[in-house]
């Protein structure tokens, strides 16, 4: 008799549990699942918010580039003396001033474009300091003429990098 009492038990309990077993993991994976939609949308929505933001970080940075060119900056920056050196500093002085006014954009770049801007900027300060040396380079005048002729025959350091901003930029779409 008490074989059939536990019998019997079992035979109401079991079927109560496998069916509690389901319904916890059915729902379990249904909160799961809003969850993740949840998520998602809160992602969208996020990156619909951080997209002009990104834009405008490039934009800010495309125009940083073009304002460190040498051939825009030298024509922009006239001489204030005719020493080579103080001019040379005050074309450094305005590309380093220009870059410390865009720091805060490199949070809405990836490292790669930020590292290359960087490189560009410095690339174009080590152009003008190797000219500044050249002992056949007397004064101001001359400096400028020889950073433009330069430019000439080889490619600008921040037309690479715009070049990488393009391509960066035509791939978030």
Known sequence: ????????????????????SVAYYLFNLYFKEQQNTRRWLLQKDAQKDALPLRLQAYER?????????????????SPISIDKMDYGNLIIEHIEQ?????????????DECWSIITTAKNATIQMIRKTIVTEEIKDADAL?????????DKQSPSNAALAYIKNEVSQMW
């Open 1 to 20: 008799m008490e074989s059939t009492k536990i019998i019997e038990i079992l035979a109401y309990t079991l079927p109560s549990l496998i069916t509690g």
């Open 61 to 77: 940075m495309t125009l940083f580039l073009e304002r460190i060119s040498l051939t825009k900056l030298l024509v922009r920056i």
């Open 98 to 110: 220009e870059f410390e006014h865009n720091l805060t954009q490199q949070i809405y770049m990836s």
């Open 144 to 152: 400028r003429n020889v950073l433009l002729n330069d430019l000439l």
